[in-house]
């Protein structure tokens, strides 16, 4: 029984890699530095496993979120502003997410058009000197993350 454990064990431990061979350099990068998201945030797929992440409950699931109307998924409680902004007809998709992580609540004040718009993400992602990537090449990578994440 225990050698059984131990060849299960190792087979998910070799199976883990194969994913993150599946994903672009510039996702991979984001997988690998999802840590900053996975406070609030998790990437777990319809059966519920989780590929990136712990179980971050603050933030809502962020599995195929290419593609989904802003405020939408289901059993989570958004801002005002940010469910305004889906009945506004915001749908996100690579570019506008890209802008979005890098100031929530500029995105939202100028798509909704109303300064006093606000997002309940704080979080803006920062650009990674140690890497030369500037805030937009990171938010650009954690955008890819996202789309193939969801296309696997």
């Not at 902004?85 to 100031?103: C, F, I, K, R, S």
């Amino acid at each position: 029984m225990k050698r059984l454990a131990n060849s299960l064990l190792a087979a998910s431990l070799l199976a883990a890699p194969a994913t993150a061979q599946d994903l672009s350099d510039e996702a991979a990068y984001a997988a690998d530095s999802f840590g900053q998201c996975a406070t609030c945030h998790v990437i777990a797929d319809d059966s519920g496993e989780v590929m990136y992440g712990k179980r971050g409950k603050v933030g809502p699931n962020l599995h195929c979120v290419i593609g989904r109307t802003a405020g939408t998924y289901d059993g989570f409680r958004y801002g005002k502003s940010m469910e305004e902004a889906g009945e506004a007809g915001l749908v996100w998709d690579a570019e506008n997410l890209v802008t979005y992580l890098q100031d929530p609540k500029a995105y939202l004040a100028e798509f909704l058009d109303d300064p006093r718009a606000r997002s309940k993400m704080t979080f803006k992602v920062r650009a990674d000197k140690g890497e030369g990537k500037s805030e937009e090449e990171v938010a650009a990578a954690f955008a890819a993350l996202l789309a193939e994440t969801c296309a696997n």
